[in-house]
């Protein structure tokens, strides 16, 4: 059994780009929706405050599947590069990793239009009720209610936001510059033939 290297480089990339979209991501959700809850995660778990942790849980379980969903179109960025010419570069790996980056911002501003998108619409709806301020208070039911639409909502945009990121990767371009920055094909050195084509010329006597 033979191992791919290709294989190999591809899912170490790919692992990579996920533990940092991941903690970037994460980063993110404990920060800015401690704001929106007006109570950190610390304080929450210090006090006991199931709500606030249910739901902070859930927005990061919610923002981390539409950002992941940048991974897979840089990591066939990536291969369409590599399978061009069966060879890797380093300006290859500058480019998926720029695409990589792009692509997780722009996932990144997607999901948290998304997010707070529904978030806004559902309160929108429930007006007569403070959904934040019942979870600051405590309130496991308005926790479990807004986690429940969170991620039913996230199931839905999933398919798209994979879709629209990799509507965004130019498979073609990044084919063309692979076979165009190729390593030029080794040369074998042939024996001089003679002139009536029977062959190689004999070797000289000492």
């Not at 981390?64 to 590069?81: G, I, K």
């Not at 300006?91 to 692509?103: C, E, K, V």
């Not at 429930?126 to 301020?133: A, F, N, P, R, V």
Request: some cysteine.
């Amino acid at each position: 059994m033979q191992i791919n290297p290709q294989l190999i480089l591809f899912g170490f990339y790919e692992l990579i780009v996920v533990v940092l979209c991941g903690i970037l991501a994460l980063s993110w959700v404990f920060n800015v929706s401690a704001k929106m809850c007006k109570i950190s995660v610390a304080d929450a778990v210090k006090q006991g405050n199931v709500a606030v942790c249910i739901f902070l849980g859930t927005l990061a379980l919610c923002i981390l599947q539409l950002t992941t969903e940048s991974v897979d179109p840089s990591v066939d960025a990536l291969r369409t590069m590599v399978q061009a010419r069966d060879h890797v570069s380093t300006p290859m790996l500058g480019i998926a990793m720029g695409y990589s980056i792009g692509l997780f911002l722009l996932s990144v501003v997607v999901a948290l239009a998304l997010v707070h998108g529904t978030l806004y619409v559902t309160m929108l709806v429930t007006k007569k009720i403070d959904e934040t301020g019942e979870i600051r208070n405590g309130n496991v039911a308005a926790a479990i209610f807004l986690s429940f639409i969170l991620i039913s909502s996230t199931l839905i945009y999933k398919p798209a936001v994979r879709n629209v990121l990799g509507a965004l990767v130019p498979y073609e371009m990044l084919n063309k510059f692979a076979e165009e920055n190729a390593p030029p094909p080794s040369e074998t050195v042939r024996p001089p033939q003679s002139t009536d084509g029977n062959g190689p010329l004999p070797e000289a006597a000492p």
